[in-house]
């Protein structure tokens, strides 16, 4: 079994069985390979994030023969898309890379197309203007593979650019003058794919469909599509309960078919033709998140068609920002909201009728960490609630905040009261209502148990200091995710409690101590220097300041490096 290193774009990659994924990459010089990669999925250590798509770095791989699989061995991270300075560019990787994979013909020799992917992630970390360097890349994909005609239609402006683009370097995109209607123009004029490409196989959409249930838990899209007499369908169902996610991707040979499936008759449900352009509001971001961080919830179908339901998206009209009907909440929506709600008969009627009576900071309590949790997502309207978003409301709570014993044995009237009102604001007719408050009492029943539970305790402790119930949810999750970078979610011990307590200032220097104590120490450097350099950084990503030490580690982290080594490559540039 021959065996090759060599430097590599990921391109996309798929589960493979309960551990392994299979590997679509491209290398510098043996073209594009596909390649199993044991035990990916089980442990991230071996692979990290160097296998988002991609992704470049010099990957070691066994060749067998008669084998259309090769075994990829590592991924040597060199440079991650995550490390883009703009969040907006990270939808474009999928993107790239998806074009890649459809233009490169199995172990075909490929290097000019390897180092266009290449540039594109070193273009993206610098911060390049990302349409920009989208009609960059698209210019050169096409000239590469021979098939490129520029359109005598253009303007001068667009011939300008494309002038530029045959000599420049994508880094210095963001130098040129280049009107944003020039760029809209060239996509809108056909450059990408030109107008006699895009005949060839291009699916032409047609209507689109949108299902939902009357909580808004979840919904599923349905667009169909045509090129010649050859008509289908894409579907994409999405989980609402949360930040909206894509859970189930398809596409359908017979549209009709898929159409009435969906229609349904339930009265918990709603079906209503929609327009392409919004169709593309609702799936660009689910589908989106899916790519980058849900691939494991996804089936095997799912995953493999995904990157084409993402390309049949971009085919779909994009939606006017004033005139697409998103709206977009603020904290000051969702504190009238929790107002409404204290001056209605249905807190009143509750709290009353509560065992003990629920004082007034209990009750706003509830209603404030309730009507919160809509703040995850601009465009959801405050309070909405349903019968599995119930669930993950108590979640939140459990995962959030430390609890007084009032606010604990208010717990069941104040969401009863919350959730009746929710429901009536709502506009939920009176059976959705019943069907909703059937599924209370399991939901109310099963709240103590979860925030009990020693993971909720972890949870909680890391916003211990700043959980309020007025707080903004996305502001909560971010302190989250900086703070586990500065101490690790700890384990639970034999007694089933954590073991150890993140909020307290010394029990992380002792956690610290004991990660550091067997670290290799640089020329010159004592045990108790490094330890104490390591606390100080350790410290500062706790607190948020200064915050140029959270944007570093958070760099390295999308680079693929570990927190342990991330706090180490700090220590080392200081």
């Not at 993107?95 to 070193?122: H, Q, T």
């Not at 449900?269 to 392409?276: A, V």
């Not at 992380?508 to 450097?525: G, H, T």
Request: proline fraction near 5%; charged fraction near 25%.
């Amino acid at each position: 079994m021959p065996a090759y290193t060599s430097d590599a774009l990921i391109l996309r990659s798929y589960k493979l069985g309960e551990s392994d994924r299979i590997v679509v990459f491209l290398t510098r010089d043996r073209g594009k390979k596909r390649g199993v990669a044991k035990n990916a999925r089980q442990s991230r250590r071996r692979f990290g994030g160097a296998l988002e798509p991609l992704t470049c770095g010099r990957v070691g791989y066994l060749e067998r023969e008669r084998r259309d699989l090769v075994r990829l061995d590592y991924v040597e991270l060199i440079r991650s898309p995550l490390s883009a300075a703009d969040g907006d560019a990270l939808g474009y990787a999928s993107y790239f890379a998806e074009l890649i994979d459809e233009w490169s013909p199995e172990a075909d020799p490929n290097e000019p197309l390897f180092r266009l992917g290449a540039s594109m992630v070193e273009a993206m970390a610098r911060a390049v203007p990302i349409e920009r360097l989208a009609r960059y890349f698209e210019y050169w994909l096409l000239r590469l593979q021979g098939v490129y005609e520029s359109g005598a239609h253009l303007s001068a402006g667009a011939k300008a650019f494309l002038a530029e683009a045959r000599t420049c370097s994508p880094f210095t995109l963001g130098e040129l003058t280049v009107a944003s209607g020039a760029l809209r123009e060239l996509t809108a004029g056909g450059v990408y794919p030109p107008d006699w490409v895009n005949d060839i196989g291009k699916p032409v959409p047609g209507q689109a469909w949108r299902r939902r249930d009357v909580y808004g838990d979840d919904e599923a899209i349905a667009v169909t599509y045509h090129y010649g007499e050859t008509k289908f369908a894409a579907l994409a169902m999405i989980d609402l309960t949360m930040v909206p996610v894509a859970v189930t991707v398809g596409i359908a040979a017979d549209p009709s078919t898929l159409i009435a499936s969906l229609e349904g008759n339930s009265p918990l449900e709603r079906w209503e033709e929609i327009t392409p352009a919004q169709a593309r509001r609702h799936l660009d971001a689910p589908l989106i998140r899916a790519a980058i961080g849900g691939l494991g919830e996804l089936s095997s179908t799912s995953v493999s068609f995904l990157p084409t339901v993402r390309t049949y998206v971009r085919r779909l009209p994009e939606a006017d920002a004033d005139a697409s009907g998103a709206v977009t909440y603020t904290t000051a929506d969702r504190a009238a909201a929790v107002d409404d709600f204290l001056a209605s008969q249905h807190a009143a009627q509750e709290g009353s009728a509560a065992a003990a009576p629920l004082d007034a900071q209990t009750l706003r309590f509830w209603a404030q960490a309730l009507t919160g949790y809509s703040g995850r997502v601009p465009g959801e309207p405050p309070a909405q609630v349903g019968p599995r978003k119930l669930l993950a409301l108590l979640g939140h709570v459990a995962n959030t905040f430390t609890l007084t014993d009032e606010q604990r044995a208010g717990m069941r009237p104040a969401v009863t009261a919350w959730t009746t009102w929710a429901a009536s604001r709502q506009g939920l007719d009176k059976e959705a209502t019943a069907h909703l408050l059937a599924t209370l009492p399991k939901a109310l029943d099963g709240f103590a148990g979860s925030y009990d539970d020693s993971r909720s305790a972890v949870s909680r402790a890391y916003l211990r200091d700043v959980a309020s119930p007025a707080a903004d949810v996305t502001h909560l999750a971010s302190v989250v995710t900086r703070r586990s970078m500065a101490v690790a979610f700890p384990g639970i011990d034999e007694a089933g409690q954590p073991a150890i307590d993140v909020a307290d200032p010394a029990a992380r220097a002792s956690a610290v101590a004991a990660e550091f104590a067997s670290c290799q120490l640089d020329a010159a450097q004592t045990r108790d220097e490094l330890i104490g350099e390591a606390t100080r950084l350790v410290e500062q990503l706790w607190s948020g300041e200064p915050a140029a030490t959270w944007d570093t580690v958070r760099r390295l982290a999308s680079e693929g490096r570990s927190r342990h080594d991330a706090i180490h490559a700090l220590m080392k540039s200081r």
